[in-house]
C-alpha cells in the first residue's frame, strides 16, 4: 500500500468520525532533507498521524502547529531551518543541513476540491499529473491566498481554484512535458504565487509470468510499494486470487492464447513460470514490444536458447538490441541471494534502479545528489525576504 493510499484511508476514517484535521505537505527544500516536496502527514485534532514529512525529527512541532492551524481555521506555512543547531524547535543537531517549508492546512470535508479530495482524483484515474500547490502570495491583499490548488491531468483535464486554473495548468502543463517536479513564482490576475509543481506518477505496473511459490514473495514485496500486480500462469491450481490476495489481476492464461495476446507496452515484465515454452511464448510477444523491462529468470544458457534466431524469429540485431537495452537475465542485481524472499528483493531492486534511471551502487561510492528528481526552485520572490 503506498503512502497516499494510507493517507486516503485515514481521512475517510477522520471524515466518517467527524475528527478535524490538517494536512501537512513539504512544499520546498533547499539543501539537504530525508522528504523532498510532496511528503505529506495527516494529523487529527487531537494529534493522530499518518504519513511522514521527515524522519521524524519535524513531526512534533509539526503536530502542534496542525493542531493550532485547525483551532484557527486558517493555513499556516512554517520555515525549519535544520542546519541551526541550537534551534531547539526539533532536536536535531547538525541533522540533515537543509532548510525545510512545511505548509499546515485544516481540511474542510465539504469542499470537493480539497488537497486530499485532489489527490483522490488522481488515485481513481492514475495517469500522469501535476498538482499545483500555492504556498505564498504576495501579501497586498489580493485573491490569491496560500493552498489553492490546481490538478493538471496528461489528458488536459483541470481540477482546483478557477481564478488560478488558467495561469498554474499552463505552468503544470510545461512541468508534465519536463516530467520534473519544479517550484515557480506564478504570474496571474490575483498576483504574483509561488507554487509547488509537483509530478504525480502512477504505480508501477508489473506483470509477472509464473505463479509458482517463488512468485508470491515477489508480489508482496511489489505490494509493499504500491505497484499494480498482475499474475499470469496457465495452470488453474496456481494461477489464483487467493494464493495472490496481494496483485490486483490474477489470469489464467494457457501458453496457446499467451502467444496471441498483446502484451502491457508500458509495464514491467518478470518471467518466472520455470516452463521452457511459457517464457517463449512470452518473450515473442515482449521483444517486439517497447516494454521498458523483461526479466528472465534463470541461467545464461537457456535465455541464450530462448533467443536464437530459430526459436524467436527475430533478426540478430533485435535480438542485440534486446539484449543491451530491456532484457535482463539473469534477472536481478547481485546481492548474493539464495533464498525465493532474497531473489524477489534482488528482482525489485534491480527493477527500481531501471525504472530510475540509475545505476546500481553504494551511496558512499558516489557524490551524485541522492535524490535526482528533486524539484528545481526558482530564486526566492520579490515578496517574500530571503531566508537566513
Not at 9 to 16: G, I, P, S, V
Not at 29 to 38: D, E, M, N
Not at 372 to 377: I, L
Amino acid at each position: 500500500m503506498t503512502e497516499l493510499q494510507r493517507l486516503l484511508l485515514a481521512y475517510d476514517r477522520h471524515r466518517e468520525a467527524r475528527r478535524p484535521c490538517a494536512l501537512a505537505t513539504v512544499v520546498e527544500v533547499l539543501g539537504s532533507a530525508y522528504r523532498r516536496p510532496g511528503a505529506r502527514m495527516l494529523v487529527t485534532e487531537d494529534g493522530e498521524l499518518t504519513g511522514a514529512i521527515s524522519g521524524g525529527c519535524l513531526e512534533g512541532d509539526a503536530r502542534q502547529r496542525a493542531r493550532q492551524a485547525i483551532f484557527r481555521g486558517q493555513p499556516a506555512l512554517v520555515t525549519y531551518d535544520t542546519r541551526d543547531e541550537d534551534d531547539p524547535r526539533h532536536g536535531l543537531g547538525p541533522g540533515c543541513q537543509g532548510v525545510v517549508r512545511i505548509l499546515l492546512e485544516p481540511l474542510d470535508f465539504a469542499a470537493p476540491d480539497n488537497p486530499v479530495e485532489l489527490l483522490r482524483g488522481f488515485a481513481q484515474h492514475p495517469e500522469p499529473a501535476v498538482l499545483a500547490t500555492v504556498f505564498e502570495t504576495d501579501a497586498s491583499g489580493l485573491k490569491a491566498t496560500v493552498g489553492q490548488r490546481v490538478l493538471l491531468t496528461e489528458t488536459g483535464s483541470v481540477r482546483g481554484t478557477p481564478l488560478l486554473a488558467a495561469p498554474l495548468a499552463q505552468a503544470a502543463r510545461a512541468t508534465l512535458a519536463q516530467g520534473q517536479s519544479q517550484i515557480l513564482d506564478v504570474e496571474t490576475d490575483a498576483g504574483p504565487v509561488r507554487a509547488l509543481l509537483e509530478v504525480l506518477r502512477p504505480p508501477l505496473r508489473l506483470v509477472v509470468y509464473g505463479a509458482g511459490n517463488d512468485a508470491q514473495p515477489l508480489v508482496h514485496l511489489a505490494a509493499s510499494l504500491g505497484w499494480h500486480i498482475t499474475v499470469v500462469d496457465g495452470r488453474p491450481h496456481l494461477a489464483t486470487a487467493a494464493r495472490f490476495p496481494e496483485a490486483t489481476n490474477v489470469r489464467l492464461v494457457p501458453v496457446r492464447e499467451l502467444e496471441t495476446q498483446a502484451p502491457d507496452a508500458g509495464a514491467y515484465h518478470v518471467l518466472l513460470s520455470h516452463n521452457y515454452a511459457y517464457d517463449l511464448a512470452a518473450l515473442q510477444t515482449l521483444l517486439p514490444s517497447t516494454a521498458p523491462y523483461i526479466g528472465l529468470l534463470g541461467p545464461r544458457a537457456k535465455a541464450g536458447r530462448l533467443l536464437s534466431e530459430d526459436e524467436m524469429n527475430l533478426s540478430e540485431a533485435a535480438i542485440a538490441d534486446a539484449l543491451q537495452n530491456r532484457l535482463h537475465s539473469p534477472i536481478g542485481l547481485g546481492l548474493g541471494g539464495e533464498t525465493p524472499e532474497e531473489i524477489a528483493l534482488a528482482i525489485v531492486a534491480e527493477i527500481q534502479a531501471v525504472k530510475n534511471k540509475r545505476q546500481p551502487q553504494h551511496l558512499r561510492d558516489t557524490t551524485a545528489a541522492i535524490h535526482n528528481d528533486s524539484p528545481a526552485v526558482s530564486p526566492p520572490p520579490k515578496f517574500r525576504p530571503p531566508l537566513r
